[in-house]
């Protein structure tokens, strides 16, 4: 039982709130094993409704620090989850748990919980599992779910199929605004915050990130605001909320589409790991054998393995 629990009576005690089966449940459906998709087939009706609220951005903006803040924030009167995404550890594959440590004080609170997961060594951002771990903290009924990516720069993309708000936080201090401007990242966010406003170069950063959005559709339904806060001195946190919520406000029955963009893409990424299991186990040595020796050319192989 220890092995392999039950996947219909972990579901009910992780919908009924038990901390410690959410923990197992997570550690099942991230590591794959035995009856994982059981278990998500159970726990899927019982959520979807959570506000999903990425945060990504640099390394050294204060993204935990912040998400820290907003946890305070948004404490007692909301039940919070943080998922961080942390970088692999070089030895053990496993997270390094930065993050889970800036938030220890929180550790104590029934109303919070707080998962480090490792992105194995992934780009964009988040893990393969992200999606699968926000079934279960969403069935246990927290929200806001608070998504803090691992902090890789203008790859950090992802986050947009498995959020409902993304948040992109920026810190003075990064050098020419135009190139910050022209970065890649900056076009996921929803809401731009500029962390550690209190150091010079705030104004800055702050009259680029406008110029841009000046540029930006002038259709658009939606501009991100710029806001300012400064986590280390717990200011302007509230704020940064405000333009989160109003964000979900604007959503209306747009937040059924984003729930339909991630559904779509959690489909496309099952069903591409099945087809690459299914094809790893059917390259056999002595297909590998004929590739090399040109007696088989590798697209024909691929097509044969796949059934098409």
């Known amino acids: 039982m220890r092995n392999h629990p039950d996947p219909v009576e972990l579901a009910r005690r992780v919908a009924e709130g038990d901390r410690r089966s959410l923990a197992r449940a997570i550690s099942l459906v991230e590591d794959d094993r035995p009856g994982a998709e059981e278990l998500l087939g159970e726990l899927y009706p019982r959520g979807g409704g959570a506000h999903v609220v990425g945060f990504t951005g640099w390394p050294g903006s204060g993204k935990s620090t912040l998400v820290d803040r907003v946890i305070t924030h948004l404490r007692p009167a909301r039940k919070v989850a943080v998922l961080a995404i942390d970088p692999a550890s070089p030895f053990t594959g496993g997270a390094l748990l930065g ?13 919070v919980y707080v998962r ?23 069935a246990a009924g927290y929200d806001p779910v608070l998504v803090e990516t691992v902090g890789v720069g203008q790859a950090e993309t992802e986050i947009v199929e498995v959020a409902h708000t993304t948040v ?17 990242l900056l076009e996921v966010a929803d809401v731009f915050c500029i962390n550690k406003d209190d150091q010079p170069g705030g104004d800055r950063l702050a009259a680029a990130l406008e110029a841009m959005l000046d540029l930006a559709d002038p259709s658009a339904r939606w501009r991100p605001p710029v806001v300012r806060c400064s986590a280390e ?16 406000r604007h959503l209306g029955s747009d937040f059924g589409e984003r729930a339909r963009r991630r559904a779509r893409a959690e489909i496309t990424k099952a069903a591409l790991g099945l087809v690459t299991r299914r094809v790893e186990a059917g390259v056999s040595p002595d297909l590998v054998e004929r590739v090399v020796a040109r007696r088989r050319d590798p697209w024909s192989v691929a097509r044969e393995l796949i059934g098409s």
């Open 233 to 248: 001195l717990d200011r302007g946190v509230d704020l940064l909320w405000e333009a989160v919520e109003a964000h979900r």
């Open 99 to 111: 993050d889970r440590i800036r938030m220890q004080r929180h550790t104590s609170d029934p109303g």
């Open 168 to 184: 992109v936080v920026l810190a003075p201090g990064w050098g020419d605004d135009v190139q910050v401007a022209k970065a890649g």
């Open 116 to 138: 480090s997961m490792s992105n194995r060594g992934r780009l964009g951002g988040v893990a393969d599992a992200t999606f699968k771990a926000l079934t279960v903290i969403e």
